[in-house]
């Protein structure tokens, strides 16, 4: 369905803080200033400067995002986004694929042409992994199909699981 976009969207299992990408999306919290999970990580890999320069942003509401430098991780930017606390109320799949497209445009928005995403709000904020992924994915390809500056994005899942998941829904849709 999407021959020209397999090679720009793929997933992965691993490290998001490991990939020299041009910008990992952080799954944070409204205060940009770290926490658990992908968050936590993303700011002990990254080091004080990413602490620093978030305390100057003063936060991000849920469903949109900002972006830093990434500092000592192989990224050159960090784009935090804030994903809903899953509730199972319509508005959490609308703020949850705002992360997304907030994301993706800010990367358009600053000439960068790789990015990497957790599975946003999947962790701690409870969001059911197959209905982040089909919000992630849907979100993604069209983003994709309508920017082409967009090169290479990278769905990096922590556990083999959820990796599973998107693997299975990319194929579904006509991606990889």
């Keep these: 369905m999407y021959p020209d976009i397999s090679d ?4 992965r299992q691993g ?10 999306v952080n799954a944070a919290n409204r205060t ?5 999970g992908v968050d936590g990580a993303i700011h002990r890999a990254a080091g004080p400067e990413l602490l620093a320069e978030c305390r100057t942003l003063g936060g991000c509401p849920t469903g949109e995002a900002r ?6 991780l192989p990224a050159r930017y960090v784009i935090h986004t804030v994903g809903p606390v899953y509730r199972g109320h319509p508005r959490d ?19 960068l042409h790789s ?24 979100t993604t390809l069209a983003f994709v ?10 769905f990096m899942l922590f556990s083999p699981g959820n990796l599973a ?9 006509g991606v990889g």
């Design 115 to 138: 990015i990497a995403f957790p599975a946003i709000s999947c962790g701690v904020y409870g969001y059911p992994i197959r209905d982040a992924c089909r919000i992630a994915v849907d």
């Design 67 to 72: 972006l830093t430098r990434g500092y000592r």
């Design 8 to 11: 720009r969207i793929e997933a």
């Design 32 to 36: 940009l200033l770290g926490g658990g």
């Design 165 to 173: 998941v998107y693997q299975d829904y990319l194929a579904r849709r």
């Design 93 to 111: 799949s609308r703020l949850l694929a705002g992360c997304y497209d907030g994301s993706l445009q800010l990367a358009v928005d600053h000439g």
């Design 145 to 154: 199909e309508r920017q082409r500056s967009i090169e290479k994005v990278i």
């Design 15 to 24: 490290d998001i803080t490991l990939l020299a990408v041009d910008a990992i």
